[in-house]
Structure formats: structure tokens, C-alpha cells
């Protein structure tokens, strides 16, 4: 056959991917354990690193602990991965479920639920959490809804950064999303095949 007329030829087509429910599962409880599993130990133990380094450090940036006011008091913010439980209907035009509106009040937590079993504890926190009863649980503070005094002491008398922290979390659990699909699907842009047809002829 000619070069031409191979030149001329379709490439052949791609084989369909495998998908792997079980490392996608396992990167989505904790990144890069799926990999692991499959034996790319290297690559997830780059993607555990790196999210829960970004994740981690987010939570740092948004906590801090301030005293403020007239009798002076001690304000706490443990961090900024919580889901609050908000008031009253935020979006009455489209009469929310009551956990659908704490959302609507904090989407920052869709987004951070996806890094896995780190962020779990905000929901433990906000079903079984009594503000009245003020229940002493393994979990403490963690993940838990600051105050709304808390809150604005951190924000008026802490550090400025403490809004940017949100921001690191909330790319941590999106970047795992590509993860889990790594895990399940594997890469997004596979690995080109090289070219018989150039290689005989170059």
C-alpha cells in the first residue's frame, strides 16, 4: 500500500474506557485512594497531598480566635467548612426544602462536600447539633456553625484572610471530582499511540 493511500485511511478508533466504580468510590471518601488501588501509587499519593494540603489550609485560613466587646469575650471560629441552619426561607419564590434553603445559604458547601470524608463531619454537626442543649460530642467545634457573634467578632477584629479560606476548600473538593473521575474512568486525555505510518517513514 502506498504512503498516500495510508494517509488516506481512517485512524482506528479509540477502545471504549473501563470504568472502575469501586476506585471511584475510594477517591471520593478520600483523594487518591482509588488510584492507589489500581496501583498508581505514586500519582495518589500526589493527588492526597496536594487536596488535602489546599483543603487543610483553607480550613486554617478560615479559623481564628478573637476577644472583643464590652465585658471583653473570647469568639471562636473553628473554620469555614459547615452548613449553617438558616432562619427562615432565604428563597421563598422557590420554596425550598429546609436543608435545600441552608444550602441556597451556603453553596460554598457543595463544593467542599466533594473532598470527601473530611467534610462529612458539617453534616453530622448540623443534624444531630443542639444549640439550646449544647451537647459535648468527640467532634467539638469541628466542622461546626459558628455563631452568627462569633462570626462577626472573627470578621471585624481577626484576620482578613479568614474569607479567603473558603476559597482554598471549596477548590479542594472541586479539583476531587477529577480525581474520582480519573479513578473511575481514567484520564481525561489518554495517552497518544504513536504513528506507524510516520515512524516507517521518517
Known sequence: MSYAAQIGKSPPLAPPREIQPLPGFLSFLVP??????????????????SIYALFFYGMYLGSGTVKAGEPEA????????YLPEAPKQSAPFLNLPPMMNDLYNRPQYLG?????VVAWPALWQYFTYDKKQEPQTALGLFERTPSDDALNAVHTYGDKLVELGWVYTVIAGVLNIMVIYDALAGPALLARKPDPVRKATA
Open 32 to 49: 487518591g485512594l482509588g488510584q492507589i488501588y489500581q496501583g498508581r501509587v505514586g500519582k495518589g499519593v500526589l493527588f492526597f497531598v
Open 74 to 81: 473570647t469568639y471562636t471560629v473553628s473554620g469555614n467548612v
Open 112 to 116: 467542599q462536600f466533594w473532598v470527601g
